[in-house]
């Protein structure tokens, strides 16, 4: 039997739509048999979503995705496999919350500058567990009728340049590895064709990740072609990284994929799963 794995996914305790419970059986449902929860900044989900993956027999991946800051750029690292109570990422995390909710504060303020009423509190009923991210106020953005969907309101709001968008310096890549291999986990760039770099600052980054101890990057994931596909494939090969695939799920009502249905990895991955037990 051909085994799928899903290794990026969200629920509502950080910007998806779904909870802990819900997602596990919907994953269930659609035959994935591997999924890793992977919400941003924060590991609350866990435990219940282990619960629903014993009920359903599924394999729970504890996994978190973690916001970090590397030339300027912000970067997507997620860990695999982690202890996600572990004091020191537990620790850095609370941090990284801290920071996302000054940030939607202060991306409330600008947006009610631009003429967007009640963008604070809008965005935070959106909220449903520790943080709130710029995708709170992009449902918000839609629901009110400043724009039509998700990415017109990021494109129209949100992104660098628009009325919403606040700068934020999160931690630096050798930190976030060290939070991600002190709790037991493996660490994963996520979606790394939606970074706006070149070739030669990808493979510059890619280096510093790989000589930091990262293990992985994202060859299939929600957002990607097969073009891109044989793209990361050859850069992983090019920097002795393993293959991970994702969604990046956030739910039915924004999702680039469904749940596990994924493309197969192009020929010549060795994939992160390898070495699990």
């Known amino acids: 039997m051909h085994t799928v794995y899903d290794l990026h996914t969200h629920t509502?305790?950080?910007?998806?739509?779904?909870?802990?419970?819900?997602?596990?059986?919907?994953?269930a449902g659609l035959d994935v048999h591997v999924l890793a929860l992977t919400d941003h900044d924060v590991t609350d989900g866990i435990p219940e979503a282990q619960i629903a993956a014993e009920q359903r027999g599924?394999?729970?991946?504890?996994?978190?995705?973690?916001?970090?800051?590397w030339s300027g750029r912000t970067i997507h690292v997620i860990g695999l496999g982690i202890q996600h109570d572990e004091d020191v990422l537990a620790d850095g995390l609370a941090g990284l919350r801290q920071m996302r909710n000054q940030r939607g504060?202060?991306?409330?303020?600008r947006l009610e500058r631009a003429g967007v009423e009640n963008a604070y509190a809008?965005?935070?009923a959106f909220a449903h567990g520790k943080i709130l991210s710029r995708t709170h106020f992009a449902r918000y953005l839609v629901e009110a009728g400043y724009a039509s969907d998700i990415g017109k309101a990021f494109r129209k709001y949100l992104l660098r340049g628009k009325a919403g968008y606040v700068r934020c310096e999160w931690i630096g890549l050798e930190q976030c590895l060290g939070w991600i291999h002190g709790a037991g986990g493996q660490a994963v760039i996520a979606h790394p064709g939606r970074y706006p770099m070149g070739?030669?600052?990808l493979r510059?980054?890619?280096g510093e990740f790989r000589d930091g101890g990262g293990e992985g990057i994202e060859v299939v994931c929600g957002?990607?072609?097969?073009?891109?596909?044989?793209?990361?494939?050859r850069l992983a090969d090019d920097f002795g990284l393993l293959a991970s695939c994702g969604s990046d799920f956030h739910g039915p009502e924004q999702a680039w994929r469904e749940l596990g249905r994924l493309p197969k990895f192009p020929a010549g991955c060795t994939p992160i799963w390898q070495n699990w037990n």
């Open 223 to 233: 957002n990607n072609n097969q073009n891109e596909a044989e793209r990361f494939t």
């Open 122 to 124: 809008g965005a935070r």
């Open 204 to 206: 510059r980054f890619l």
């Open 199 to 201: 070739s030669g600052t």
């Open 58 to 69: 599924l394999k729970l991946v504890p996994g978190v995705e973690v916001s970090v800051t």
């Open 12 to 27: 509502l305790k950080s910007d998806g739509t779904l909870t802990p419970t819900e997602l596990v059986h919907r994953a």
């Open 105 to 109: 504060c202060e991306i409330g303020e």
